[in-house]
């Protein structure tokens, strides 16, 4: 199942299954509890971020290739960050280029798992049941303040407004069984950027849910972006950085794809 979550033409904000670009059938309930697909249909009027996150909970350096590009040396353990509830961002929404980040914004498709149901100390072979599907996320970044500019944390260059767009759906686990087996990329207006597999990720998805829970709840609705592949702007020579007019286009097997313009900050 394709969950959408969309703004219908007299602008009652709705979950539905996803029949076409166009139309949707209304959801009853909560997605992350007990919801029931109904027959009524509706227009869609404006695709949103297909969820609204407690949190979102990202991982570094989780690609062979990607550590490799960087120099890194691999993590014995996931890196973890976090982006704030802020840069959240839909489909065909702008990716906004702040004015204290000119000439640094960089791309970086992920996979988004979506957590469905509260996860604490969960094992490996149990994460999954843990999942309620994934989507499209672009990890959008400004190199020199996640470098520099914030403390040496990354949270502050990874957390600017509209910096993590995420969709254009959720599509469902059990049209994904594995995970770990999905073809990721990146469009950059016509020119693929990125173009790698989920396989090479270095924790996969359950180890990386088994690892997060550790003591430590999911609450539902949780998101986890579990890591770029390689590819990215700033390992480029010379860097390549997102600028006005630019159209950024993430892919993922069995998902779709997660298109976004860019703009300056006015």
């Known amino acids: ?50 969820l609204l996150p407690p949190t979102i909970l990202c991982i570094g350096l989780n690609y062979r290739a990607h550590a490799e590009e960087t120099g890194a040396k691999l993590p014995e353990h996931p890196v973890l960050f976090i982006k704030a509830s802020n840069t959240l961002n839909a489909h065909h929404d702008p990716i906004v280029i702040p004015r204290v980040a000119t000439d640094e914004v960089d791309y970086e498709s992920e996979l988004a798992v979506i957590i469905g149901k509260a996860a604490k100390n969960v094992s490996q072979q149990e994460a999954l049941d843990y999942v309620l599907g994934y989507t499209c996320a672009n990890d959008v970044s400004a190199r020199r303040w ?98 006005a007019g630019d159209q950024v286009t993430i892919e993922i097997e069995k998902i779709g794809k997660l298109t976004n313009p860019v703009v300056e900050e006015k």
Request: aromatic share 8%; hydrophobic share 35%; charged share 20%.
């Open 1 to 50: 199942m394709n969950i959408i979550r969309f703004r219908e033409p007299a602008g009652q904000i709705c979950y539905g299954e996803r029949i076409d670009d166009q139309t949707a059938r209304l959801i009853n309930g909560d997605i992350l509890e007990n919801f029931q697909v109904t027959d009524q249909t509706a227009i869609i009027g404006k695709l949103l971020a297909p």
């Open 146 to 243: 996640q470098k520099n500019g914030g403390g040496k944390q990354w949270c502050r260059g990874k957390s600017f407004d509209t910096f993590c767009p995420l969709g254009p759906y959720i599509v469902t686990k059990d049209k994904i069984p594995s995970p770990n087996n999905l073809r990721i990329s990146t469009m950059l207006n016509d020119e693929r950027m990125q173009d790698s597999h989920t396989s090479d990720m270095i924790f996969d998805i359950p180890t990386l849910i088994s690892f997060l829970s550790q003591g430590t709840t999911l609450l539902p609705g949780t998101v986890i972006l579990t890591g770029t592949p390689s590819g990215v702007g700033f390992t480029r020579t010379p860097p390549v950085f997102l600028k």
